[in-house]
């Protein structure tokens, strides 16, 4: 027992995917390794393209294979690598133990069932649990996210776009799961409605004590509800720290770039500033770092070599040889 304290709650340790798209390798994930403890949330932030999604539907094992392959690494759930579960096992851990809310309600949602027996079906298949038992968790359910549960017999088209995410929501934590995956779960969702959605996930989350990864654009949403970040470009961490490591002393040329013309955290401007330039082709990745092309540090040395992720101090993990080197 005594050795099972040092085994992280989840840890994704070297992952690497690609798909196959028109006869090219798209290199989507390129030897990523995080790791999440009870109740806390890591952010994962990047462009559109970084490979984000691909490293959440990797730990729910959801990758549409082909075209996508899962070339190396493990998700180890308590030290458990659930790459290597049968399929049967995995089904039982999906759902109940890991869910996911995606971008956009109406993947998740089936258009012609009825919303709480969308929910109610959910925790029937993962608990051994009553028909009527599941319907009135249902019920529990759709009134913790704020929906009156005398809507349990509603349709999806009857919500609107933000009454729908909360459904989805009441569905990924119904049988309230260790780990929540959050895809971008506010992008598709009006400002007014974002935040509120927000408040949902986090007071559930902490009444749960859930873990969870938080992917999104939004720097806003990152300070509300993270407490560790994890930036990614062209499937790589290049950072990793805590909060105030991120914002207040980011170290990768991206990072700041990203964070860097930010004048407030709690001002307007939350979305990601543009970096001139464009992010790499992940079917022919730069030999070296793969931010050199557009960094405006680069040295000759950075486009040689694979460059390391390498510790500044605490938690806070860079990886970038010039840093600080211009100051
Ligand atoms: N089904 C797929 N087939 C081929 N390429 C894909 C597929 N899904 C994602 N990709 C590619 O993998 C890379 C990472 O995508 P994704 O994980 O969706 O990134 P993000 O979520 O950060 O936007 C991108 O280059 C994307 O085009
Ligand atoms: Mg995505």
Do not use: W
């Not at 258009?111 to 028909?131: D, F, N, T, W």
């Not at 793969?290 to 990886?319: N, V």
């Amino acid at each position: 027992m005594t050795e099972k304290q040092n085994v992280p709650f989840l840890e994704v340790r070297d992952l690497v995917v690609h798909y196959t798209s028109e006869g090219k390798e798209i290199h989507a994930v390129n030897n990523v390794s995080l790791t999440i403890e009870k109740g806390q949330t890591l952010g994962l932030v990047g462009e559109t393209g970084a490979g984000k999604t691909t490293i959440a539907k990797s730990i729910l094992r959801i990758l549409p294979e082909p075209p996508a392959h899962v070339d190396q690494g493990a998700i180890l759930l308590e030290g458990r690598n659930l790459l290597e579960l049968p399929a049967q096992e995995m089904q039982k851990i999906r759902g109940k133990r890991i869910s996911m809310i995606f971008q956009d309600p109406m993947t998740a949602l089936n258009p012609v069932m009825r919303v709480g027996e969308q929910i109610a079906e959910g925790v029937a298949l993962h608990e051994k649990v009553s028909r009527a038992e599941a319907e009135k968790r249902a019920q529990e359910m759709l009134e913790m996210v704020g929906i009156p549960a005398s809507r349990y017999r509603d349709y999806p088209h009857q919500f609107s776009g933000g009454m729908k995410q909360r459904v989805v929501i009441a569905m990924a934590l119904a049988c309230s799961p260790d780990i929540l995956l959050a895809d971008e779960p506010t992008t598709a969702l009006d400002v007014t409605i974002q935040a509120q959605v927000l408040d949902i996930i986090k007071e559930l989350q902490k009444k749960l004590n859930t873990a969870m990864i938080m992917i999104t654009h939004d720097l806003g949403i990152v300070a509300e509800v993270c407490d560790h970040v994890a930036v990614i470009y062209a499937g790589e961490v290049v950072e990793f720290g805590n909060l105030e490591e991120i914002f207040d002393h980011p170290a990768h040329p991206y990072t700041i770039g990203l964070f860097g013309s930010l004048p407030d955290i709690n001002s307007d401007v939350e979305r990601l500033s543009p970096i001139a330039g464009m992010p790499p082709d992940p079917s022919n990745l730069p030999k070296g770092c793969a931010f050199s092309p557009r960094c405006p540090y680069a040295t000759e040395e950075c486009s040689r070599q694979k460059i390391g992720l390498d510790k500044i101090d605490g938690t806070h993990l860079c990886r970038c040889i010039n840093r600080g080197k211009e100051e």
